[in-house]
């Protein structure tokens, strides 16, 4: 078998978390935030459609991370994406970053919301 290294140039790769934090591109984020391959900062959390939003036409998918378990996010911040043409995929937030971390290896379109885990 032949491994190799993903490399992500310079894209904002999730490299760790823990309880309240993020570690992104060598940088600790504390509390919610926002991920993009160009960016990483605070997020404002479920209610917060602003910057989400502000990634129109240059994401096709957003992961929204719902901390330690799988939860509901609100139908007016779901609906307010996908009017846009964003599609949300609700996850707990490891799964959503190991998925993130995935799909901008393959150089998808991709960010990710996170409330951090416990």
């Not at 490399?7 to 600790?28: D, L, N, Q, W």
Request: glycine share 14%; hydrophobic share 45%.
């Amino acid at each position: 078998m032949r491994l190799t290294e993903v490399t992500y140039g310079s894209a904002k790769a999730i490299e760790g978390y823990g309880p309240g934090f993020f570690r992104v591109a060598g940088h600790v984020l504390r509390g919610p935030c926002l991920i993009t391959p160009w960016d990483a900062g605070p997020w404002g959390g479920l209610e917060d459609t602003a910057g989400p939003l502000s990634l129109v036409d240059r994401i096709d998918v957003l992961f929204v991370g719902t901390g330690s378990t799988i939860a509901h996010v609100p139908q007016a911040f779901r609906a307010a994406l996908e009017g846009q043409g964003i599609g949300v995929e609700v996850m707990a937030s490891p799964t959503a970053a190991r998925t993130y971390n995935v799909l901008l290896g393959e150089g998808r379109r991709v960010a990710v919301a996170l409330i951090p885990v416990d």
